[in-house]
């Protein structure tokens, strides 16, 4: 069969990369809405905060079902339904007059639409368009997170400001409808075969194929289904490396802005260096999907973890008189935290393809949610305990280095599966 001059795996990114900017759009924005809100009601910071709390574990619970939904009905039903039910969700939030019904509505409602079409979703999906570009294309659609949070994020603020946070959430329902159920209705597949293709678009017969596939460490899954996968110690090490990788980036980014006012600088010069991550992480995807897939997985991923590992220690050193330590902290931990988005993914396809796949992730990202949630939880606490954050920032950096070495083991448990 002769190569087609275009894979529509590329339209599949194209219409992803959409999907995670509005999604991750609506995750972040949700800082500005907290101002405005807490405002209006006199809730506490605090009260207000829970909601993102209950967002973000409703968000990880709801994973292994999502994933379930996508192996059977595939990503054509689920991620049009995603979209219908955060615009209802958003629009009830809208009208919303008790800090229950904010709970209710944003708090249950709504992440479990933006677990269905945002990088979890994604994780299940994407991997199955390619095999010798996997890394990068993954990379791609990931940058959409950046993007919709660099765009998204001050545009919902203008809105406010403009006509108020209740209109503002009323316009995010009415485009989230708009903008993400007509692509992915029409354009969004399953798998290439549903079409009469293969992944990349070409044709090889399946030992040509495992020549090629040099960038991928194991020529056929280590395991077929969730049965085979529960059993199989590459599984768990990456379960594992799941779990420090989300505690040690999570309780980093969220508590970066706090850190770097403890040391001197402004508020706002904080928020002027997590944007600048941010940015820097939409091209870090795209890079270290490229370079998983040239170098290969597990040196590509220990390239990233050891920049944000030295980003970390930048952030540790940080003082007034040393500020260029900021910037290399931004370079540094905004190109390093970004290499996840792409490798864990496209590695995790590459031992566990197949018709359970989606339970799989599922599994991961339920596991590195908890990581998350506790290691922000976490750094809170030691901060109380100990009145800054290296202590937690020391915990963080050791688990970037147990992250890594969980990831190669699974890597070298893999390579003696063959």
């Known amino acids: 069969m002769a190569r087609e001059k275009f894979f529509y795996g590329w339209v599949i990114i194209g219409v992803s990369f959409l999907n995670l900017a509005v999604a991750f759009g609506i995750w972040y924005s949700f800082s500005v809405f907290l101002v405005a809100?807490?405002?209006?009601?006199?809730?506490?910071?605090?009260?207000?905060?829970?909601?993102?709390?209950?967002?973000?574990?409703?968000?990880?619970?709801?994973?292994?079902?999502?994933?379930?939904?996508?192996?059977r009905f595939g990503p054509r039903i689920v991620f049009p339904a995603a979209s219908v039910l955060i615009g209802f969700s958003l629009w009830l939030t809208s009208t919303i007059e008790s800090i229950s019904a904010y709970y209710l509505w944003y708090g249950v409602l709504t992440p479990v639409g933006i677990c269905a079409i945002g990088y979890i979703a994604h994780s299940m999906v994407l991997p199955r368009w390619f095999e010798k570009k996997r890394g990068l294309a993954i990379g791609i659609a990931m940058a959409g997170v950046g993007v919709g949070m660099?765009?998204?994020?001050?545009?919902?603020?203008?809105?406010?400001?403009?006509?108020?946070?209740?209109?503002?959430?009323?316009?995010?329902?009415?485009?989230?409808?708009?903008?993400l159920f007509i692509p992915n209705a029409l354009l969004q597949r399953r798998n290439p075969e549903e079409i009469g293709l293969i992944p990349d678009g070409g044709a090889m017969d399946t030992e040509e194929k495992r020549t090629y596939q040099g960038f991928v460490d194991v020529p056929k899954p280590v395991a077929q289904n969730l049965s085979h996968a529960l059993r199989s110690m590459a599984f768990w090490f990456l379960v594992a490396s799941s779990f420090f990788t989300s505690f040690a980036v999570q309780s980093t980014?969220?508590?970066?802005?706090?850190?770097?006012?403890?040391?001197?600088?402004?508020?706002?010069?904080?928020?002027?260096?997590?944007?600048?991550?941010?940015?820097?992480?939409?091209?870090?995807?795209?890079l270290f999907g490229y370079l998983s897939d040239r170098l290969g997985r597990e040196p590509a991923f220990t390239l990233g973890m050891g920049s944000a590992f030295l980003g970390i220690v930048s952030l540790m050193l940080l003082t007034p008189q040393y500020d260029f330590l900021l910037y290399a902290y931004a370079v540094l931990f905004g190109l390093g935290y970004s290499s996840v988005a792409p490798i864990f993914p496209a590695r995790s396809a590459d031992f566990f393809l197949g018709p359970d796949f989606g339970k799989i992730v599922g599994i991961f990202s339920l596991i590195g949610g908890m990581g998350g949630a506790i290691g922000v939880w976490f750094s809170g606490k030691l901060f109380d305990l100990t009145g800054n954050y290296t202590t937690s920032f020391l915990l963080a950096a050791v688990?970037?280095?147990?992250?890594?070495?969980?990831?190669?083991?699974?890597?070298?448990?893999?390579?003696?599966?063959?």
Do not use: C
């Open 399 to 418: 688990f970037m280095i147990l992250n890594v070495l969980f990831f190669r083991w699974a890597g070298t448990v893999a390579r003696r599966h063959k």
């Open 253 to 286: 980014l969220i508590h970066q802005v706090a850190a770097v006012v403890g040391k001197g600088f402004s508020s706002a010069k904080g928020a002027l260096f997590f944007g600048l991550t941010g940015i820097i992480g939409s091209a870090g995807k795209i």
């Open 150 to 179: 660099q765009v998204m994020v001050p545009l919902t603020q203008y809105i406010i400001s403009l006509w108020g946070w209740r209109v503002a959430y009323r316009i995010l329902a009415i485009s989230t409808l708009v903008v």
């Open 37 to 71: 809100v807490s405002r209006e009601f006199s809730w506490s910071r605090a009260a207000v905060s829970g909601v993102f709390s209950l967002f973000m574990m409703v968000q990880s619970l709801a994973a292994v079902m999502i994933g379930a939904f996508i192996d």
